[in-house]
């Protein structure tokens, strides 16, 4: 009970403040949970899919309702990306977690996540150039890319999404958020068929979903309904603030579990 009392307002700050941001609060979940110590790797795999599969539905339906556009071509074809790369970076994330031992796995995953993070963050700097590129091969190759490496690390994969959105496509942050939820959606989706198969919803505690559900709903929709009235500059304060916090996060997660390697 306490556990899961703890997991609801971390996942409901976390989720608010990422769902502003299209950042899914997965990224910053997951090295939150390995911080609090309490499950192994695949358990907090699978519920922050959870989480952030319910995360991605409440906040695109509010935003949907608030008057938000989606091109449903352009989400079409991302999710038909990312949920092969779904399945296809959750079936790497499984082969990892058997054969290398937990503390090792969170290691590789936190070092993956600073490195992409501080790539991120790099490219949030005024002047960086964009593109505007059509092609929906593009559309698909970025979905797949995106969805993949966001299932082999655990996390929604916000801030990636966002920023490879906006220089390649030339949109801005807000659409870019638009886009980001709906690619974590099929993301986090294919990656939950993937755990039923193996190792099988069974194996979690899936008394613990009932805080995680109910807090992602609610942080869904907060963060969902300040996108929309926030301007795209408090935002992108907004996204840059998550990601610095969230590598210093996950710094601090990487050599506390080499020290007990």
């Given amino acids: 009970m306490g556990i899961g009392i703890l997991y609801f307002f971390v996942i ?35 519920y922050m899919a959870v989480a952030v599969l319910t995360m991605s539905i409440s906040s695109t339906m509010k935003q949907v309702s608030m008057g938000t556009k989606i091109d449903f071509g352009k989400a079409l074809t991302l999710a038909l990306g990312s949920i ?15 054969h290398i031992s937990q503390n090792a796995l969170q290691i590789l995953q936190g070092i993956l996540s600073i490195v992409l993070l501080v790539f991120v963050l790099m490219f949030t700097k005024e002047g960086i150039k964009t593109y505007q590129f059509k092609s929906k091969a ?22 990636i999404n966002v920023i490879a959105f906006m220089i390649l496509f030339g949109i801005t942050i807000k659409e870019a958020t638009v886009y980001s939820i709906t690619t974590i959606f099929f993301t986090q989706m294919s990656r939950l068929i993937m755990l039923a198969a193996n190792p099988g919803f069974a194996t979690f505690d899936l ?6 559900v109910p807090a992602a709903v ?44």
């Fill in 138 to 159: 593009l559309y698909l190759l970025v979905g797949f890319f995106l969805g993949t490496i966001a299932s082999i690390l655990a996390i929604g994969g916000g801030p």
């Fill in 12 to 46: 409901l700050v976390i989720i608010s403040t990422g769902a502003v941001a299209g950042i899914s609060g997965g990224v910053i979940l997951r090295p939150v949970f390995d911080l609090i110590g309490y499950h192994d790797a695949i358990s907090i795999s699978f």
């Fill in 84 to 98: 092969t790369g779904g399945f296809v970076g959750q079936s790497i994330f499984n082969v990892m977690n058997a």
């Fill in 207 to 212: 008394s613990i979903l009932i805080f995680v």
């Fill in 218 to 261: 609610i942080g869904g929709i907060v963060g969902g309904r300040l996108n929309v009235k926030m301007p795209a500059e408090a935002v992108l304060k907004v996204f840059k603030v998550v990601l610095i916090a969230t590598i210093l996060l996950n710094i601090f997660n990487v050599v506390n579990f080499w020290i007990n390697l």
